[in-house]
Nanobody
Framework: EVWLVESGGGLVQPGGSLRLACTAS????????MAWFRRAPGRKEREGVA?????????YYSDSAEGRFTISCDSSKNTVYLEMNGLKLEDTAVYYC???????????????????WGHGIQVTVSS
C-alpha cells in the first residue's frame, strides 16, 4: 500500500520559516520525482511549488518559490523536504506531496499527472 505522509505544517508569522517533510512508503522512492504542490484558500487547482529528481537531485521551482524555498530529499529515509523561508501571507495554503514516476520532464513538471499524493498539510501565515 502506498503512503505519502506530510508533516511540519502549522501557523507562522510573516517572514518566518517552516520545514515540511513528506515520508513515502509502498513504492520505489528512488525511481520517482518528488514534488510539493499547494492549494490556496478559495482556489480549485493546486499550484506546483517545487520538484526534485531523487536520481540526481535536479530541482525546479515555481516563480513564487524561487529564492525562498528549498526542496531536498533523503533517499535513505524515503523523505522529501521543503524548507520555506521568508514566508508571506500569500503562502497560506494546504501543501501536498506528490510522486511522479521518472520521465523526461523539465520546466513543465507541474503539468504532469502525478502517480501518488499525500493528504495535505495546512500552512498558515498570519500575524
Amino acid at each position: 500500500e502506498v503512503w505519502l505522509v506530510e508533516s511540519g505544517g502549522g501557523l507562522v508569522q510573516p517572514g518566518g520559516s517552516l520545514r515540511l517533510a513528506c515520508t513515502a512508503s509502498g513504492f520505489a522512492f528512488d525511481q520517482f520525482a518528488m514534488a510539493w504542490f499547494r492549494r490556496a484558500p478559495g482556489r480549485k487547482e493546486r499550484e506546483g511549488v517545487a520538484i526534485v529528481k531523487t536520481t540526481d537531485g535536479t530541482t525546479y521551482y515555481s516563480d513564487s518559490a524561487e529564492g525562498r524555498f528549498t526542496i531536498s530529499c533523503d533517499s535513505s529515509k524515503n523523505t522529501v523536504y521543503l524548507e520555506m523561508n521568508g514566508l508571506k501571507l500569500e503562502d497560506t495554503a494546504v501543501y501536498y506531496c506528490g510522486a511522479l514516476r521518472g520521465g523526461p520532464y523539465g520546466t513543465d513538471w507541474y503539468k504532469y499527472v502525478y502517480d501518488y499524493w499525500g493528504h495535505g498539510i495546512q500552512v498558515t501565515v498570519s500575524s
